[in-house]
């Protein structure tokens, strides 16, 4: 088999020159900066818009908007593609290309310090300048913190959404308690009161505190104390700033009153779907919740038994002054780095942000907390005083929200991890945990720089 | 002589009659289990199809039987926004992937089965690590090489292209089945001065053709139910979402409507049930060739 | 070379560069795939491991940062691995012995052999993200029908793909639920068991476990150790149902803000290949996600050596 050598040579030169010329091409080079067009001179533009919202009122809502937009402007034509999720849009900014989107919107407030630092998304500041736009003087200071990183404002704040409490007016009557909580120890006293047991399980439970009831999430109630998750260099502060470890010592004294980890855990997994009829809210499963404005919308259109209110979540005893605060996230959209268009994508961007009449109408069809002082206080704005709840929390300065991160949401998962192994018990010393967790955040910022 | 032999008679009843009984408790036995175990296989799909009938409102309740039968979920899941080009994506994505990955893996099959050659033995354990790698291992060149060389991200190219190229689970199982062929009707083929594609054509693929069709059935089934695939390339652009992938955000985008989403989910299972009845043969010696014999 | 020794006659020659350029041709397609979508991606995934990359501005070199961020400071790798080898060994086993029962059990069944072979082999064709959602329904434990009957006959009602307990065993639920392919590998190999085989153990005296233990086990032992490797390899690649049942079990869906919680509940589903999905396409650290692949590659190559033993018959040839 003497011969046989000379293809079997032939076959590593073949595979070797292919691979090398693979690696060779495989050249990652960085996406160009985008450029202007010439919507200003009157040109005709097509846009690409992508958004998240899904249901119908929703899309319905942002098309209308967007063809009063284009009514404004005749030659900027926008092609809107709903329900795309983050990872997409981002997926689909970092690879380029002609398809990729002009103008962008994301739930996911934790992305910005990712979209800003990697220059995903473009740096709004020279067009607001260009525009005479004061940002302070346009958008609440919450909306804006979370809208920009480290003084790159790549997004604007489209709506945001304020996290409050519903409660069961009906139980609370039957209960025998007259007003909503304003401390924690009214309130625990109230989830006590409200809890009726009903053989190994509940009838009805006054709260459920796991951080996986829904929106009782960890970051949500640390929303009640305004912590401040990051130091001045960028260091995790969750294992020095007291309040952090003061929410999860109270939550987990809440689990123990209310039944202990493991039957409230076992009566949470019967819950239904956060965003359907079985929501344990409105099956009366839980006489009060953690929740978005968003849920007035939900309540409102079905016809339930009892009655049910709004009103800000109760704060910790010993802040009982910032009463009326609460947790504050919204949806932000911005303008690709890489796009072509960024004239005309900035006109979308400045109509949809800053125009008053579209940010209320927009937040009068999807009920969500209109995102600019203005509008705040436009007197078209929906009168419903249980959604009017929720722009008082907006308008709170004590309100707050979670930093942006040079790795988005990962601190939160971080510390989010640690809160279910110290709810259920299976992390037993806090002070250890949080520092183990500190840890990690910082050790996962480092890596995404 | 009744008399005499009649004893060992009764006896032999007797005897016949335990092993009758002890046949009949077995046959029970077994088929019980086998009942058993066949409402484990079976009772999903009923449930499955049972809520897909139901109003929304009936689809959350513990109530197993519909109240009323909602026919029209169907036309409705239908109808929804983009069902129809996941269909036509995964027909398109199946149908190309299936046939490319057989006149790719053909004659690599055949030149490993059938030819002599330096580093044969190289080459088949080269195929087999492919098939054994986990495709999240490669995942990452893969995306960038698919997403800045060529821009093709947000189309399915990227799924259907490499089978252009051999898919190592197909090679390796056609390989097994051509080294079945006798040797004697490839050489008489030969000495007829037959070229060696031709006789690949001629011979071969007519001997081969159940074991062609089971490979076809696995890439067709591969392709229909990938959902890693469509999630890394084709999902940033709804145009190209794949059955599969948009099977798995239906939920999302229906808030929780179990009787949709159980319709849509017998809606992606039906044609590969379907096309099960008409291939069960050579489906079923497919997966066995995969085994092998110690 | 070829030149070397004895003179080879030209005709010769020319008929063996002949077939050796055939040879060529046939395995061209592969060869190209073997170098573009294997040897390449596989020497530019370690190469990405030593690199800062986010996909968008240029890669940088940063050693060994990547590798002592995975094992030193990313918790979530160990309980990935954990989780990982929790499924491989638990959902293996059970899935080859349940296999092995089905199969012994449809080679059996005298009446409707044909009818039953079919409906358990049915599940097995379920596209897997349609067969979650359904297992996701199915297993919901406030509204589904399974935790209805099981309370109905007074039974616990676990929490399923919403407790961390009990998600594992779901998803091992619905692994042997789509038993068919092993079903089919095992009843073609208990029907090769050589009928004489049996007849003399009968006559030895052997009773039906006895028969089994020694004449049905070391005849499919082949297949038996087959079926544990190549189930160890597709468990290392386990990634739709986690994920997809992660998702619809967790009731939360984009909209509020939140994002998906990765392995949900607490991480009990999250397993090596997801987290090469986070690392890389949603924390857009590519450089990590690198790391997490070639350790992958390295324990799914560590079983499919076992594949490529002589003794495996995987390697057998007819000459």
Request: hydrophobic residues 45%; contains cysteine.
């Amino acid at each position: 088999m003497h011969s046989a050598r000379r293809p079997s040579r032939l076959l590593a030169a073949v595979t070797g020159s292919a691979v090398l010329a693979l690696l060779a091409t495989a050249c990652t080079g960085t996406n160009s900066a985008g450029g202007q067009d010439d919507s200003a001179a009157g040109k005709d533009v097509t846009i690409t818009f992508w958004h998240g919202w899904s249901q119908d009122s929703e899309t319905k809502a942002i098309e209308e908007n967007v063809a009063a937009f284009q009514k404004a402007h005749p030659n900027i034509h926008v092609k809107i593609v709903p329900k795309i999720e983050d990872e997409k849009s981002e997926q689909a900014l970092r690879a380029g290309g002609e398809d990729a989107p002009d103008v962008v919107s994301s739930f996911t407030t934790d992305n910005v310090g990712k979209f800003c630092s990697a220059k995903v998304w473009a740096d709004l500041n020279p067009f607001l300048k260009k525009d005479g736009i004061d940002p302070a003087k346009t958008f609440p200071a919450p909306m804006l913190k979370y809208s920009q990183f480290q003084g790159n404002q790549c997004s604007l704040p489209l709506l945001g959404d304020a996290y409050g409490l519903y409660y069961n007016k009906t139980a609370f009557a039957a209960a025998g308690i007259t007003a909503p909580p304003k401390t924690f120890s009214e309130f625990e006293a109230a989830a006590a009161k409200l809890t009726v047991a009903e053989g190994e399980g509940f009838k009805q439970l006054g709260f459920m505190p796991a951080y996986h009831g829904y929106e009782s999430s960890i970051a949500h109630l640390l929303g009640q104390y305004g912590p401040s998750y990051f130091d001045g260099e960028g260091k995790s502060t969750v294992a020095t700033d007291p309040k952090v470890g003061a929410l999860m010592e109270w939550q987990k004294s809440l689990v123990g009153k209310l039944g202990g980890f493991e039957k409230l855990e076992k009566y949470r997994t019967g819950f239904g779907d956060e965003f359907s009829a079985k929501n344990p809210f409105h099956t009366g499963q839980v006489a009060m919740a953690m929740d978005g404005e968003w849920r007035t919308a939900a309540l409102d259109e079905e016809k339930l038994p009892f009655e049910w209110a709004t009103a800000p979540f109760p704060v910790p005893d010993d802040q009982a002054a910032t009463y009326g605060r609460g947790y504050q996230t919204g949806t932000i959209i911005g303008i690709a780095r890489g796009s072509q268009k960024q004239t005309a994508a900035w006109e979308l961007v400045k109509y949809l942000t800053t125009n008053t009449d579209a940010v209320v109408s927009f937040a009068n069809a999807i009920h969500n907390v209109p995102s600019t002082f203005e509008a705040l206080n436009s007197p078209k704005l929906t009168n419903d005083p249980n959604f009017r709840t929720f722009i008082e929390i907006a308008k709170n300065p004590n309100s707050s929200t979670t930093p942006a991160s040079l790795n988005g949401g990962a601190y939160q998962v971080s510390l989010q991890n640690l809160g279910f192994d110290y709810e259920s018990g299976k992390q037993t010393d806090l002070k250890a945990g949080l520092a183990a967790t500190a840890k990690e955040i910082d050790a996962a910022v480092n890596q995404a720089k | 002589m009744t008399a005499t032999i009649s004893l060992p008679l009764t006896r032999r009843d007797a005897a016949v009659r335990v092993a009758r009984r002890r046949a009949a408790l077995h046959w029970v036995a077994v088929h019980s289990l086998a009942v058993a175990a066949a409402l484990f296989f079976v009772l999903p799909f009923v449930f499955v199809f049972l809520t897909s009938v139901m109003t929304d409102r009936q689809a959350i309740t513990a109530d197993l039987w519909p109240h009323t039968w909602q026919w029209d979920n169907f036309v409705k899941v239908w109808q929804t926004d983009g069902f129809l080009t996941w269909w036509r994506n995964t027909l398109l994505y199946a149908g190309l992937g299936t046939v490319l990955t057989v006149l790719s893996s053909l004659p690599v099959a055949y030149a490993l089965a059938k030819f002599r050659f330096r580093g044969r033995n190289l080459a088949l354990m080269a195929v087999i690590s492919m098939m054994m790698l986990p495709p999240q291992v490669i995942i990452i060149p893969m995306y960038l090489f698919w997403a800045k060389q060529l821009h093709l991200t947000g189309t399915l190219w990227p799924l259907i292209i490499p089978m252009a190229f051999g898919d190592a689970f197909s090679i390796f199982l056609l390989r097994q089945f051509l080294l079945t062929v006798p040797k004697e009707y490839i050489e008489a083929a030969r000495i007829d001065g037959c070229s060696e594609f031709r006789t690949l054509l001629k011979v071969v693929v007519p001997m081969a053709k159940p074991a062609i069709a089971a490979v076809a059935l696995f890439q067709f089934f591969y392709c229909w139910n990938d959902y890693f695939g469509p999630q890394i390339y084709a999902s940033d652009n709804q145009g190209a979402w794949t059955l599969s992938y948009g099977l798995a955000s239906f939920k999302a985008s229906h808030h929780t409507n179990w009787n949709l989403t159980m319709a849509a989910t017998l809606l992606v299972m039906a044609p590969v049930i379907v096309l099960f009845f008409f291939a069960q043969k050579a489906f079923i010696e497919g997966v066995t060739l995969t085994g092998v014999k110690g | 070379m070829a030149l070397v020794g004895t003179p080879v006659p030209a005709a010769l020659k020319r008929k063996r560069r002949r077939e050796a350029l055939r040879t060529l041709a046939f395995l061209s397609p592969w060869l190209i795939g073997f170098a573009v979508f294997f040897a390449y991606p596989l020497l530019s995934t370690a190469y990405f491991s030593f690199m800062r990359y986010d996909g968008f501005s240029a890669p940088t070199f940063r050693g060994l940062q990547n590798w002592s961020y995975v094992f030193t400071d990313y918790p979530s790798f160990w309980q990935g691995l954990r989780n990982t080898l929790w499924l491989v060994v638990v959902m293996v086993a059970l899935r080859v012995a349940f296999g092995l029962g089905i199969g012994l059990l449809i080679t059996k069944v005298k009446t409707g052999a044909g009818v039953f072979r079919t409906l358990f082999y049915l599940p097995y064709l379920a596209p897997p993200v349609a067969a979650t959602i359904a297992f996701a329904f199915l297993l919901n434990p406030g509204t589904g029908p399974v935790n209805a009957l099981l309370g109905d006959l007074g039974l616990p009602t676990p929490g399923w793909f919403t407790d961390p307990d009990w998600s594992k065993p779901a998803l091992t639920m619905l692994a042997m639920w789509g038993i068919g392919d092993l079903m089919v590998i095992f009843m073609a190999a208990l029907l090769d068991v050589p009928k004489e085989q049996y007849e003399a153990a009968e006559l030895d005296g052997a009773g039906p476990v006895q028969k089994f233990r020694f004449v049905t086990i070391p005849n499919i032992s082949p297949i038996v150790l087959f079926a544990v490797v190549t189930g160890v390899i597709q468990t290392m690649q386990y990634y739709t149902q986690a994920i997809v049942a992660g998702k619809v079990a967790s009731g939360v869906i984009g909209g509020s803000g939140q994002q998906f919680e990765p392995g949900y509940p607490n991480g009990s589903t999250w397993t090596l290949p997801q987290m090469v999905y986070n690392l890389g396409f949603q924390r857009a650290d590519y450089g990590s996600a690198c790391v997490v692949a070639l350790i992958l590659f390295v324990i799914s190559m560590a079983f499919t050596s076992l594949l490529l033993r002589r003794k495996s018959g995987l390697l057998a040839s007819e000459d």
